[in-house]
């Protein structure tokens, strides 16, 4: 079954030093993978995703997430990081649930980025 | 467009109460999910719709959840008889057909089971 374990619950980081969110999937196949951010008190938006396309994905805000099939891994990263930048993150990829089967789009535990100034 | 909305955006009960939270997904996606998410936690799935399909209902957690969809426009999900350990925050996303298509989250219902 495909999911995603995001290996750190907590990152802290100055501002201006680089961001490093560690996320790895488990799948027999290409998958589908996405990074999300929450931030306090507000609803998730989508950072970027991985489609079998470029392995090296660009999204908003700086970020960026490379797929790497060998190490089964797909982290975020950033290489200064703001203020802004404080939320939560959160991997995801579809996983089969259920009896009937549906590819459901599924969270992993999420990791707290936390910028000091 | 408007993105997908969500009502109310906070709801106090007492335990032992139903409630009704409403998602309005936006016009033209088929999918439509409802997750929870508690306090300092990450996000668990509840339910999914698509199109006509029969929904998947693998994670509402007892049968005192349930959720409706008209068609792909609005739905509710439906707690009854509400207790504490149902506080929570309760998002909506929509998102057209397929994998590798984006969700689009609604604000969420902040819900208080006294």
């Known amino acids: 079954a495909q999911s995603v374990t995001q290996l750190d619950s907590h990152v802290s980081v100055s501002e201006g030093t680089p961001v490093l969110l560690r996320c790895n999937y488990s799948s027999s196949y290409s998958p589908s993978l996405f990074w999300y951010v929450q931030h306090p008190n507000k609803g998730l938006q989508l950072l970027l995703k991985y489609t079998s396309a470029a392995t090296l994905v660009k999204g908003i805000n700086g970020f960026e997430a490379e797929f790497k099939k060998s190490e089964t891994s797909f982290h975020l990263t950033k290489p200064s990081a703001h203020m802004s930048d404080a939320a939560e993150y959160f991997c995801v990829t579809p996983a089969r649930r259920g009896a009937g089967g549906s590819y459901i789009p599924t969270f992993g535990r999420g990791t707290s980025l936390i910028v000091h100034p | 467009g408007a993105g997908v909305s969500q009502s109310p955006s906070n709801k106090v009960t007492e335990k032992g109460k139903d409630v009704e939270l409403r998602c309005d997904p936006i016009s033209g996606h088929t999918a439509l999910y409802w997750y929870r998410q508690r306090l300092g936690q990450g996000l668990e799935f509840l339910i999914y719709?698509?199109?006509?399909?029969?929904?998947?209902k693998s994670g509402l957690p007892s049968d005192r959840f349930s959720a409706e969809r008209t068609g792909e426009s609005v739905s509710t999900l439906t707690i009854q008889r509400t207790q504490q350990e149902d506080s929570a925050v309760y998002l909506c996303?929509?998102?057209?057909?397929?994998?590798?298509?984006?969700?689009?989250f609604g604000p969420g219902t902040r819900l208080t089971v006294l």
């Open positions: 996303a929509s998102s057209l057909a397929g994998l590798a298509n984006e969700q689009f």
């Open positions: 719709f698509q199109g006509n399909s029969a929904p998947d």
